[in-house]
C-alpha cells in the first residue's frame, strides 16, 4: 500500500522559508511516476504547485515559480518543497501527492497546516 | 492558464437521489479530467481518471462522462458517506488546475 506522509515546521514567519518533506514509502521514487505538491488555502481551493520526477526534472506553477525549489532523495525515498519569502497568503494545508502516469493523482499524503505569522 | 468552473456551488439531496455536476474548462482539454472526492480533515480521493475511467476501488455508483470543454459526474444512489466536496481538474497542460468545488449535502 502506498502511503505519504509530510512533516516539517507548522508555523513560519512571515519572510521567512516554508519547508516540508514528503516520505513515501511502498512506492519507490525511482519509479515512473511523478511526485507533487498540492496546496489548500483556508476555505479556499486546491492549488497545484509543482512536481518532480525521479532525474531531478521539475514543472513548477508560474504563479509560485520564482519562490518554489521541489527536490528528491532518493536515497531517502523522499521528495522536498520549500517556498521562499512567504506571506499569510501561503497559510495552506499542503499536501504531497503521486501522480500516476501522465495525469491521475491517485495516493495523497494527510496534509499539513502550515500558518505563516 | 486553463479556467474551470463546476455547477452548482453546493447540492443538496435525498438519500437514493441521483445526482449530477457539471465541470467547464475555458478551452478544450479533450478527455484529461479527473474527479476528486474532499471530505473535511481529510486527503482528497480520485475517484475518476481521464473524464470516464472508474478508479479501482470506487463504488460503481459513481461516474463521469465529456470531452472537449464539458463533462459531467454523476453519483447515481447518493449515500449518506458522499457528503463531501468534488472537484474536477484538468492535466491537459500546465499547470494543472482545479475546480471550485461542488458541495453535495444530504438534504
Known amino acids: 500500500q502506498v502511503q505519504l506522509q509530510e512533516s516539517g515546521p507548522g508555523l513560519v514567519k512571515p519572510s521567512g522559508t516554508l519547508s516540508l518533506t514528503c516520505i513515501v514509502s511502498g512506492d519507490s521514487i525511482n519509479s515512473k511516476n511523478w511526485w507533487v505538491w498540492v496546496r489548500q488555502p483556508p476555505e479556499k481551493g486546491l492549488e497545484w504547485i509543482g512536481e518532480i520526477y525521479q532525474s531531478g526534472t521539475t514543472n513548477y506553477n508560474p504563479s509560485l515559480k520564482t519562490r518554489v525549489n521541489i527536490s528528491v532523495d532518493t536515497s531517502r525515498n523522499q521528495f522536498s518543497l520549500k517556498v521562499t519569502s512567504v506571506t499569510a497568503a501561503d497559510t495552506a494545508v499542503y499536501y504531497c501527492?503521486?501522480?500516476?502516469?501522465?495525469?491521475?493523482?491517485?495516493?495523497w499524503g494527510p496534509g499539513t497546516l502550515v500558518t505563516v505569522s | 492558464d486553463i479556467q474551470m468552473t463546476q455547477s452548482p456551488s453546493s447540492r443538496s439531496a435525498s438519500v437514493g437521489d441521483r445526482v449530477t455536476l457539471t465541470c467547464q474548462a475555458s478551452?478544450?482539454?479533450?478527455?484529461?479530467l479527473n474527479w476528486y472526492q474532499h471530505k473535511p480533515g481529510k486527503a482528497p480521493k480520485l475517484l475518476i481518471y481521464?473524464?470516464?475511467n472508474l478508479e479501482t476501488g470506487v463504488p460503481s455508483r459513481f461516474s463521469g462522462s465529456g470531452s472537449g470543454t464539458d463533462f459531467t459526474f454523476t453519483i447515481s444512489s447518493l449515500q449518506p458517506e458522499d457528503v463531501a466536496t468534488y472537484y474536477c481538474?484538468?492535466?491537459?497542460?500546465?499547470?494543472?488546475?482545479f475546480g471550485p468545488g461542488t458541495q453535495v449535502e444530504i438534504k
Open positions: 481521464d473524464a470516464s
Open positions: 501527492v503521486r501522480k500516476r502516469g501522465p495525469r491521475a493523482l491517485d495516493y
Open positions: 481538474q484538468q492535466y491537459d497542460s500546465l499547470p494543472p488546475t
Open positions: 478551452q478544450d482539454i479533450s478527455y484529461y
